[in-house]
């Protein structure tokens, strides 16, 4: 590494606003109240019950006893990323040095964060100071919507509700309740699909997305197997698998059908397995497997040839695969680096294989999937200094390599610009 | 990167002469007519297409129209190893900078180049300025050979008929006009075969060579089981899936036998999948799937042991499976760096597990899978560049290392000179 | 690579005494009587075969034969990592240097290494001058363990006899010599199982463990299963392989059941497939898969939360699937690189991933595989060359990286000793 090209890149690339294309920020409540929140986040919480088992429970009521935990077994993780996005929030937002993080001084550190959070002008410093342009959202097709300031978040309407629980009699009902009839019939699911897709685009909608599990196939399904599955599960039979996959492709359809429509893109996240681990904390209980491949996805990628596909995969060994799609498909865009690959290795090594062989008008370069504003500017930083790196190593093999014409300081900058900011509002955010 | 260390090794490493173990040159038009041929591989349209959709579909029969789509588009891809080729056969052969590669130049630079390499003696200028020795072709089995020049090219056979499409009627047409009987049973197959490779070997035939799809599993299969699955694919009937993965099995061991026989190597080519995107330009439909692993051809591998089987596979995820085959396996060949695992990162890599565990004999540095001759250099320069970075990096770690004495630029070179030219030329050419 | 800096951090890590949580050295004889003996380890006959085929037959009852073959054969590996061992034991062991090591001295190799391997302090000087603190052993149910040295050598019992041999008569009839009755039902096994447990635990028992196929599956078996399994195999029947699989895992649990009662570590080592090249030497016809999963292994993680299970895994492709595993669920402990993966390729990018994110009292750096003490010195200063590799890295990036504050020399060393010695004592070892 030239430590001294990297902190000169990555000094520019600091400076690009960020575009945060992926979060799970509550947009009525978008930041911390105080550090207790930040520590309740599973990157810490999962951590502390692997370092030191806590049978997955956590006083998640009680921020000081919940507080004095993570701050005991801060030491069993001091040296991993996610612990450097906790001292990142601390120094830069909290004025408080990694050395204070020490129990005895727990009970100080929450009540200075709560105070400092506690500002009425706590949200704009945190986004100013950030510099963040815009953050989108992951909203379900029940969220409330009204108020909501679209001139710095963009909504984004999960859909595992239409293509996974709408076979489970509560989901239903929680559904039935929104389109004002029963959901017994395909067509209830489509009209609404496409009542929430119109009133998220009233508010600016970004896109459809679905996290999704491995080994997912989609394929054509007749409305009639549709009915007969769904009927079958209104009546309280328990459906085959090939059944539930069917249902799946079905509705994955009839989303892709709505993104066409509505001119949005389908943001798919590939490979999680959820409910792995028995005794793992709320949001820390998945996994993904690395057999899993993104042959299923063929049919939905050929058959709606016209919507976009921002895609993350969460498997490493998926990441070729990623780019191999990428590099042909004219409707397949990289996306970011996602949970249990969103760490130096892996992004260091996919930003290598995108960079190289991938049209740069197609890479959307990273999202932070935070759950609080706050965590936004330590998780751009990470991504960024890699890309620092990636760059820098093409500067200086540019030099010398025998294919290559000198690759500049210029270059590189534009082509993180590219990456940081253009191709996410352009690809994902329909803007130019 | 030590880059005064790499410049030296690379500059060395270029005076190798170049033995190309597999390209799909045309030896009768073996050099490209203008820049409208080069721009018309897949690699770019491909690219294009992926950048800026074409619907898969470009002006082939025009080079004017096709030669300014794809400058037009060149900004996309101006930062990928695939462009760099591209630079590399500009500046090299023709003479025209980067910096002219402007659309309003577009029609200049298909006239200037239609000029050059129209010349009667391009094919050897070209040959000559990027030093090859020797080139392995593609060839079907009815391609004519007649007054192929056989000190500088190896035809080759690709078995794919066999193993695939004779179950296709018009395949077997193909066929029996060769054969000059109809094909209806195993042994007029086997005839095909044996036939084809007695014309071959009158041709200097390096080997027969197969890329296979992911999850393809050799077996023991009868002749009766043969004949049966033949009898039916002629009687017109479906065949199960089962049927024609036992055909593929019994056919790949009856063209293993051929190579018993004529002591030819078998070439493996492992895991793409054909006709996966449905909008893709020609040659640019096919991708692979992570989920493939070698064991499938145990069977194979163990049955022939006396048959030599230069390996390439296209999943990053089979890297490693392919290093311990030929660790332990005697006629496993670790064998270039294919397609969508052809770029920095996958070379880079693969590259250092096999120098660190493969015996150096064994190692086949790489092939170009060029169309015309002129992509020879630039890619293998692209492999140079990265094996001087794995050598320069040993040089390196041996100076520190607890384990190593000093590797020193000497036994570097003698080391790429192994993998470049001396195992190819006696693995797959068995010329000592 | 900083090679100051890394020599340095080398320097100190050397100094840390070893544990070796796993090796193959027979207590009764466990070091080398001459160099015959190092070179017939599996290393060095599967490369030698590989490179020059012997059909998998060495003379190994004649030391003279088979040292003079490979040292032969050595030009064909001298650029293996395993090359460099064999180098490392010659000069620190024996004081024979890199160039003697000719055809023409191979009788006097021997010799000479017969001589002072042969010394009656030998065990004792290759003890002292690796500085090896304790090292754990591989040991049959049947194993004798009377006068062991238990002050350095560590029993540990491998399991595969319980989960997989048990349904072959000759395994049962030598277990049923041991347990003094014949192995009809499962309450047979289990009292075998604790019979076991309870003599190793006098000998001061470290784990169970097992080296487990690709695509092993856990899951609940009733012992009414079992026995009817276990009822048809005693009867000569042929197993399906669902009765396998169940039997396999109805095993599996007893063994965690023992590990649980006697509050010991269950080593898993996943993914070998044996036997699967048919011309390799003795311990070299095993190979591994890449299509395979921890997913087969939830149920036994989840169901015994109560006991440790450090985890090595044979593919590549399951290298961040442990991270990630090891990241959130509290009885997963990433433990070493075991075989194909033993090579500063995996080493550097698996260290990397656990560096980064696995608490940092979870990580189990490294054991050795070792059939002779000799081998434990190089196959550690590999690792720990590594290790200083991916710590040195990290005190560079953390100057410049905007996330960190600076790692110093000590933080580094103080990560070290706990993967080389803390958490191997700890965890493996329950001692603290």
Redesign the interface.
């Given at each position: 590494?030239n430590?001294t090209l990297?902190?000169e890149l990555?000094e520019q690339l600091?400076m690009i606003p960020i575009v945060d294309i992926h979060t799970h920020v509550d947009w009525k409540a978008p930041t911390a109240r105080h550090i207790g929140d930040i520590l309740s986040y599973h990157y810490y919480t999962?951590?502390v019950?692997?370092?030191a088992?806590q049978h997955g429970s956590f006083p998640f009521d009680d921020p000081e006893a919940l507080t004095r935990i993570i701050v005991e077994n801060l030491p069993?993780?001091?040296?991993?990323?996610?612990y450097?996005?906790l001292?990142?929030i601390s120094q830069e937002f909290l004025g408080i040095e990694?050395w204070e993080w020490e129990p005895h001084h727990a009970d100080a550190i929450l009540a200075r964060s709560a105070e400092i959070m506690g500002d009425d002008a706590w949200f704009e410093e945190v986004a100013s100071q950030a510099n963040i342009q815009r953050v989108y959202l992951t909203n379900q097709y029940d969220d409330d919507l009204e108020g909501l300031d679209t001139s710095f978040f963009t909504p984004c309407l999960r859909v595992e509700s239409f293509v996974l629980d709408v076979l489970k009699p509560d989901a239903r009902e929680r559904m039935a309740a929104v389109l004002g009839r029963p959901i017994r019939l395909p067509s209830d699911v489509t009209a609404l699909i496409d009542g929430t897709f119109r009133r998220f685009m009233e508010h600016g909608m970004g896109y459809a997305a679905i996290s999704s599990p491995a080994g997912l196939r989609t394929f054509a399904v007749s409305d009639q197997d549709a009915e007969r599955i769904l009927r079958s599960a209104v009546a309280g039979n328990a459906l085959t698998s090939a059944d539930r996959e069917a249902w799946a492709a079905y509705a994955l359809a009839r989303v892709a059908d709505a993104c066409r429509t509505y001119e949005r893109p389908f943001h798919l996240m590939i490979g999680v397995?959820r409910d792995?681990?028995?005794?793992?904390v709320p949001s820390?209980?998945d996994?993904?497997?690395?057999?899993?491949?993104?042959?299923g996805y063929?049919w939905l990628?050929?058959t709606y040839?016209d919507v976009r596909f921002p895609t993350a995969v969460l498997?490493?060994?998926?990441?070729?695969?990623l780019?191999?799609?990428?590099?042909?498909?004219?409707?397949v865009y990289p996306s970011g680096h996602w949970w249990?690959?969103n760490?130096?290795?892996?992004i260091g090594?996919e930003l290598?294989?995108r960079?190289?062989?991938?049209?740069?008008?197609?890479l959307v370069g990273y999202f932070s999937d935070a759950y609080y504003l706050e965590f936004i500017l330590?998780k751009f930083?990470?991504f960024?200094?890699e890309l620092a790196s990636a760059l820098a190593?093409?500067m200086?093999?540019s030099?010398?390599?025998?294919?290559?014409?000198p690759?500049s300081m210029d270059?590189a900058l534009e082509?993180g610009h590219a990456i940081l900011v253009d191709n996410p509002l352009r690809i994902v955010g329909h803007m130019t």
């Open positions: 590494m430590a990297v902190s990555y600091d999962e951590l019950n692997s370092a088992f069993h993780i001091r040296h991993t990323v996610q450097d996005w001292m990142a990694p397995n792995v681990y028995a005794h793992g820390g209980t996994l993904f497997d690395s057999v899993n491949s993104m042959r063929d990628l050929n040839q498997a490493d060994t998926t990441g070729l695969e780019v191999a799609a990428a590099w042909i498909r004219h409707n249990y690959a760490q130096p290795t892996e090594r290598r294989r960079l190289d062989t991938v049209p740069s008008s197609k330590p930083r990470m960024k200094f190593d093409r200086e093999r030099l010398v390599h025998p294919n290559m014409t690759f270059d082509l």
